[in-house]
């Protein structure tokens, strides 16, 4: 029998031991690791965070100053000679509802179905009155169509009017109009009546008008008279007494009843 050199022998749940607690080392360093360059990246305390979103803020002020100034000297070399930085033209005078307009269009008339119309029994009440959306898809459509000025009802509308239907009853510019309601637009009547054409929500309409009897006529006009934009319901907002507008500021005093902001018309 030949002699055999001796061999170390461990167990194996010895070995496997250590090879987890060598894993564990080492996740537990990088881990650290991670953790300490994520910190000095991303503030995690209230007040650091408040500190990196002020420096962000402070940042993007800047850029929006920079770039003020390159549209104020772009505009100043653009301009004429001699025309006034502040004049504004005609077409914006017109978008804005700035001036009164004039010329041809269309003249759009929705009404809600009267009491001997014809199936009334056999649909919903819902589609027998002039909806908000309907409205809507009418004077989108006209928009869509190339309209330069459109009035609804008496009143001049613009970007920022808004109208809501409430019941049977239409609010516009602090005003409540009855059906029947009437659209007026200008631009050119053939692109304006297409565009209504066109639009699913108004075909939808008109296929209802057929049905049930709602209200629906559109007629060309070579003479529209538009007037100019007039907000009728200015409001003004106030504070209670004795509510904190905002942390840090004085609270109202006796004049707190006193106007604080003034809106125009929705």
Known sequence: MSDRPHRLRLPRGSVSVGVVLLLSAVLFSMSARSAAGSISRHPTDLRGLTQAESDKVARLSA????????????????ALPGASADAVGTGYLVAGGGVAVSGIGLTVQLNDAPADSPRRGNV???????HQQDLQAVMNALWAGGAEAMELQDQRVVSTSAFRCVGNVLRLHGRVYSPPY???????PRKLQAALDQAPAVRAYVRDSVQVGLGWQVAESSSLQLPAYS???LTYASVPAGVQVLPGLPEPSATAGAPTRRGGAG
């Open 63 to 78: 850029q929006v100053d920079e770039l003020r100034a390159e549209v104020d000297v772009l505009t100043a070399q653009s």
């Open 124 to 130: 919903s009440p819902d589609v027998l009155v002039v």
């Open 182 to 188: 009437t659209v007026r637009a200008i631009g050119d």
């Open 231 to 233: 907000a009728t319901d």
